[in-house]
């Protein structure tokens, strides 16, 4: 397994609001998944997580991330950081402000090839160009000239990309990739990530609210809500029969393009919780159709099914 989050709880530092609450996540080599879920419910905080780039309100406060069988908890930081950037890379929905506005294209592409690969001078150089010719740039020898308010938010996600596939890395981290972009630059960088995932084999962990982005790039997904993994299953599985209430929900709030299916979208009825005072027991029972007595009492846990499908649900769906 090439990235493994067991029981991972992550915690505000003042308060001590339970942001993630044990997450189990597994991700082979060469695989993709996705992580949906509403606003709020912690996708992003997993992502940090992995990455170990937590922000500083938070605190991780039990579990464990390993990368290629290593406790990335037992690590220096130096080590740490080389893992970060070189074996993982992360975008971001926002690349924008991600990106330093006083580096040009080029040095920001240079600086990681000579920190993860070792390249500087005209190596580091070509080679950046050829990334930025790669993920999609035209004139890209110019652009190595530009800054990054000289490029339009869907070619800033191509150089968070370009910079991602500078280090070569193992997984790939996308938060939101493509949420701020209009739909045929969406359209365009969906495309490009499964290129490179095709060209390079590098396992992807792709956060989206938008189901129909989830359902075309990812092989396996996970659902999530108030800071717990609530369903997971190969992703024809998830959409086909989904076995979580809550997976059922977000799926029927998706709106389709298909003429014989006139059902409006239906909106989960009530409102996400907050955080800082959840509903003891499953945390969507108060929202859930479904619920029996013993949901407001105990959590459920994550029990496996048939084909590869889990769900923590006392009273699942049917899925035969
Ligand atoms: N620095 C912080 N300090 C305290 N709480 C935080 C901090 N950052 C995020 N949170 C809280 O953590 C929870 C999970 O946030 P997260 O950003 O992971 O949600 P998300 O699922 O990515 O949502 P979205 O779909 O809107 O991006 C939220 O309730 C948020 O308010
Ligand atoms: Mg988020």
């Known amino acids: 397994m090439l990235l493994q989050v067991s029981d991972l709880a992550i915690r505000s530092r003042s308060g001590g609001v339970r942001i993630l609450d044990g997450v189990d996540l597994q991700l082979g080599a060469g695989e993709v998944l996705g992580l949906v879920g509403e606003s709020g419910c912690g996708k992003s905080m997993t992502c940090y997580a992995i990455a170990d780039l937590l922000p500083a309100g938070l605190v991780r406060a039990g579990g464990s991330v390993r990368f290629d069988g290593v406790d990335m908890g037992s690590l220096d930081e130096p080590a740490r950081r080389?893992?970060?950037?070189?074996?993982?890379?992360?975008?971001?929905?926002?690349?924008?402000?991600?990106?330093?506005?006083?580096?040009?294209?080029?040095?920001?592409?240079?600086?990681?090839?000579?920190?993860?690969?070792?390249?500087?001078?005209?190596?580091?150089?070509?080679?950046?160009?050829?990334?930025?010719?790669?993920?999609?740039?035209?004139?890209?020898?110019?652009?190595?000239?530009?800054?990054?308010?000289?490029?339009?938010?869907?070619?800033?996600?191509?150089?968070?990309?370009?910079?991602?596939?500078?280090?070569?890395?193992?997984?790939?981290?996308?938060?939101?990739?493509?949420?701020?972009?209009?739909?045929?630059?969406?359209?365009?960088?969906?495309?490009?990530?499964?290129?490179?995932?095709?060209?390079?084999?590098?396992?992807?962990?792709?956060?989206?609210?938008?189901?129909?982005?989830?359902?075309?790039?990812?092989d396996r997904a996970a659902v999530m809500h108030c800071g717990r993994i609530v369903e997971t299953a190969p992703v024809e599985a998830l959409f086909d029969r989904p076995a979580h209430p809550y997976t059922s929900a977000l799926i029927g709030c998706m709106p389709t393009v298909d003429p014989d299916d006139c059902d409006p979208p239906r909106p989960i009825r009530g409102s996400v919780p907050s955080l800082a005072d959840l509903p003891g027991g499953c945390h969507f029972h108060p929202r859930c159709d479904r619920r029996m007595p013993a949901c407001g009492l105990a959590r459920p846990p994550l029990a496996a099914l048939a084909d590869g499908q889990s769900s923590a649900c006392f009273n699942p769906v049917p899925t035969w």
């Open 82 to 218: 080389r893992l970060r950037g070189g074996r993982i890379a992360m975008i971001f929905q926002d690349p924008t402000s991600h990106l330093n506005p006083v580096h040009r294209v080029g040095t920001y592409l240079e600086g990681a090839l000579k920190r993860h690969r070792g390249l500087s001078g005209t190596d580091a150089r070509m080679e950046a160009i050829r990334l930025l010719e790669r993920v999609g740039i035209s004139d890209a020898k110019r652009r190595m000239n530009a800054y990054p308010h000289e490029f339009s938010g869907g070619m800033n996600q191509r150089l968070m990309i370009a910079h991602a596939l500078a280090c070569e890395p193992d997984l790939l981290i996308a938060d939101e990739p493509t949420t701020a972009l209009d739909v045929t630059t969406q359209a365009q960088i969906l495309d490009l990530i499964e290129t490179v995932r095709a060209e390079t084999g590098m396992a992807i962990l792709i956060v989206s609210h938008d189901l129909g982005v989830i359902a075309r790039l990812a």
